[in-house]
């Protein structure tokens, strides 16, 4: 056991951010006459504050100095050359419970509880949470664990509190690129006076997110209070729910999974049904497209991740219905920011051009939430407000709350300037698309960063094709990225016809 010692240090300010833990450096000739290693934790004192942080070595920091990345700094308020008394500090707890998960252990509801707390205050090092990520996917969360971790999610964030009876919500796992029914479906069941403040993620693997998407018309990066105001004006909103600290350790988690690029089941169904809970959700419908190039390639394991889902909603206090979609093509005509944006917008209007498919999927999902709150034929309803422009009503008045320009028009929303068409060698029919190509595409060509790179689908499965008509149109940003989209698309062929 190493002894207890307290030591003073001088401040050498890094200026370097690790996105989140606590990290400090030290000589390696300090560390070893302290006997610290990479990984242990030690105090900074400073004005009666107390900050642990991850220790790590540099050969850079002068003996008798402390480099303090940013994190640390600014939760300190520490200046260059101030001095600091370090002392030693133990692990956190999380570190044998993750142990534990590893071995194949179940852990209890307090244990969960200790570990997000540990991960939602940077208290483990970006391998220590990657392990326990590792660890839920390779031994699944019993459904009390899941149950245990979407509650500990929501418990260290903040929790939108409304004065409403009935809250609604709706989710799609992923896996199919456009599909951005969320704008569509909230003014529809906004216009009919029920109350959707809708949280969405930025993308992650995919060229957009539904948060990437509404920000082509409106600021989505707003405060609690904000949002609050919004919903009560407009009975809904869309804003980026990572800006609002709603369920922040899911977050954390996601950043991982991104990387290993897995998708570990109970922290999927954690991480969207913890979302929902953090606004009091009452009422939620779960999109989940089957395809061959999606998330769930099986109706089996579909109905079964139903049933998981309703279960642990019902343990949370909500009533959740799951739509089980086709998942075999994108939806809609865009994909990309902008180009779904204008999807969005066409659909709304009820232009002539709308894309149709998105049109009925919107329509299903508005009518699933009507159905679920007891509404009598609610996809009748659905298609009411939106041909009577109900609903493209609501979406200005929420476009013009959250700051944006609600007169925009599709044509406005700018494309980005480099072209690249993929036209039909032969006759015959489209039999096949593939998500995930398409999705791949979309993001070679610069989605979702920049905003008008995308593609442009012209075609869908069963429609007839002629030599030399436009299957799709890829919009890039630069000339590097176009000629990388001609050399895939001549290649693997993401349209089979």
Same mark, same amino acid.
């Given at each position: 056991?190493?002894?207890?010692?307290?030591?003073? $240090?001088?401040?050498?300010? &890094?200026?370097? /951010? /690790?996105?989140?833990?606590?990290?400090?450096?030290?000589?390696?000739?300090?560390?070893?006459?302290?006997?610290?290693?990479?990984?242990?934790?030690?105090?900074?004192?400073?004005?009666?504050?107390?900050?642990?942080?991850?220790?790590?070595?540099?050969?850079?920091?002068?003996?008798?100095?402390?480099?303090? $990345?940013?994190?640390?700094?600014?939760?300190?308020?520490?200046? *260059?050359?101030? *001095?600091?008394?370090?002392?030693?500090?133990?692990?956190?707890?999380?570190?044998?419970?993750?142990?534990?998960?590893?071995?194949?252990?179940?852990?209890? %509801?307090? *244990?969960?509880?200790?570990?997000?707390?540990?991960?939602?205050?940077?208290?483990? /090092?970006?391998?220590?949470?990657? $392990?326990?990520?590792?660890?839920?996917?390779?031994?699944?969360?019993?459904?009390?664990?899941?149950?245990?971790?979407?509650?500990?999610?929501?418990?260290?964030?903040?929790?939108?509190?409304?004065?409403?009876?009935?809250?609604?919500?709706?989710? =799609?796992?992923?896996?199919?690129?456009?599909?951005?029914?969320?704008?569509?479906?909230?003014?529809?069941?906004?216009?009919?006076?029920? =109350?959707?403040?809708?949280?969405?993620?930025?993308?992650?693997?995919?060229?957009?997110?539904?948060?990437?998407?509404?920000?082509?018309?409106?600021?989505?990066?707003?405060?609690?209070?904000?949002?609050?105001?919004?919903?009560?004006?407009?009975?809904?909103?869309?804003?980026?729910?990572?800006?609002?600290?709603?369920?922040?350790?899911?977050?954390?988690?996601?950043?991982?999974?991104?990387?290993?690029?897995?998708?570990?089941? /109970?922290?999927?169904?954690?991480?969207?049904?913890?979302?929902?809970?953090?606004? =009091?959700?009452?009422?939620?419908?779960?999109?989940?497209?089957?395809?061959?190039?999606?998330?769930?390639?099986?109706?089996?394991?579909?109905?079964?991740?139903?049933?998981? $889902?309703?279960?642990?909603?019902?343990?949370?206090?909500?009533?959740?219905?799951?739509?089980?979609?086709?998942?075999?093509?994108?939806?809609?005509?865009?994909?990309?920011?902008?180009? +779904?944006?204008?999807?969005?917008?066409?659909?709304?209007?009820?232009?002539?051009?709308?894309?149709?498919?998105? +049109?009925?999927?919107?329509?299903?999902?508005?009518?699933?939430?009507?159905? &679920?709150?007891?509404?009598?034929?609610?996809?009748?309803?659905?298609?009411?407000?939106?041909?009577?422009?109900?609903?493209?009503?609501?979406?200005?008045?929420?476009? %013009?709350?959250?700051?944006?320009?609600?007169?925009?028009?599709?044509?406005?929303?700018? &494309?980005?300037?480099?072209?690249?068409?993929? %036209?039909?060698?032969?006759?015959?029919?489209?039999?096949?698309?593939?998500?995930? &190509?398409?999705?791949?595409?979309?993001?070679?060509?610069?989605?979702?960063?920049?905003?008008?790179?995308?593609?442009?689908?012209?075609?869908?499965?069963?429609? %007839?094709?002629?030599?030399?008509?436009?299957?799709?149109?890829?919009?890039?940003?630069?000339?590097?990225?176009?000629?990388?989209?001609?050399?895939?698309?001549?290649?693997?062929?993401?349209?089979?016809?």
């Amino acid at each position: 056991m190493k002894r207890r010692w307290n030591v003073k $240090f001088r401040v050498r300010l &890094l200026r370097l /951010s /690790s996105g989140g833990p606590l990290i400090a450096a030290l000589n390696p000739e300090d560390a070893q006459v302290l006997d610290l290693h990479p990984l242990d934790r030690i105090k900074v004192l400073y004005d009666h504050s107390v900050e642990t942080v991850v220790i790590d070595s540099g050969a850079e920091i002068p003996r008798g100095s402390i480099g303090l $990345f940013e994190e640390v700094a600014h939760a300190l308020g520490l200046r *260059e050359g101030q *001095e600091v008394e370090v002392k030693l500090a133990r692990k956190p707890l999380s570190i044998d419970l993750i142990k534990k998960k590893l071995d194949g252990q179940h852990l209890s %509801k307090q *244990e969960l509880s200790q570990v997000v707390w540990d991960i939602v205050h940077n208290k483990l /090092s970006d391998i220590e949470l990657t $392990f326990f990520v590792a660890a839920s996917y390779a031994h699944h969360n019993t459904l009390n664990e899941t149950v245990w971790l979407t509650e500990a999610m929501v418990e260290q964030g903040q929790r939108l509190r409304l004065r409403k009876k009935i809250i609604l919500d709706k989710h =799609c796992i992923g896996g199919i690129p456009g599909n951005r029914t969320t704008p569509i479906v909230v003014p529809i069941l906004a216009a009919a006076g029920y =109350c959707m403040p809708k949280t969405s993620s930025r993308a992650i693997t995919s060229p957009a997110g539904t948060a990437d998407t509404v920000e082509v018309l409106a600021p989505v990066t707003l405060p609690l209070e904000r949002m609050r105001h919004i919903v009560e004006q407009a009975n809904a909103c869309m804003v980026w729910g990572g800006a609002l600290n709603l369920a922040p350790a899911d977050d954390k988690i996601i950043s991982v999974e991104k990387s290993l690029m897995i998708d570990a089941e /109970s922290q999927l169904l954690a991480s969207i049904l913890a979302k929902k809970y953090s606004v =009091c959700a009452t009422h939620v419908v779960i999109d989940i497209p089957i395809g061959p190039s999606t998330k769930i390639t099986s109706r089996r394991r579909a109905l079964d991740l139903s049933r998981k $889902f309703k279960d642990i909603g019902r343990r949370l206090g909500m009533r959740v219905k799951v739509a089980l979609t086709d998942g075999r093509q994108p939806i809609g005509n865009g994909v990309g920011p902008a180009l +779904e944006a204008r999807d969005v917008l066409k659909v709304l209007r009820q232009d002539r051009d709308r894309p149709m498919d998105l +049109e009925k999927k919107a329509l299903l999902l508005a009518g699933e939430l009507f159905s &679920l709150v007891g509404e009598k034929d609610g996809l009748m309803k659905a298609q009411e407000l939106l041909r009577s422009g109900q609903a493209y009503a609501k979406l200005k008045q929420i476009i %013009k709350l959250q700051g944006g320009n609600p007169s925009i028009l599709p044509e406005h929303i700018p &494309l980005a300037r480099k072209r690249y068409v993929v %036209k039909a060698l032969r006759p015959g029919t489209v039999n096949h698309i593939d998500n995930l &190509l398409i999705a791949k595409l979309a993001r070679i060509a610069g989605a979702p960063k920049n905003k008008g790179a995308g593609v442009y689908l012209h075609k869908h499965l069963g429609d %007839k094709v002629k030599v030399g008509e436009a299957l799709m149109t890829v919009y890039c940003d630069s000339q590097d990225r176009m000629e990388y989209v001609e050399q895939i698309t001549k290649e693997m062929q993401p349209l089979r016809w």
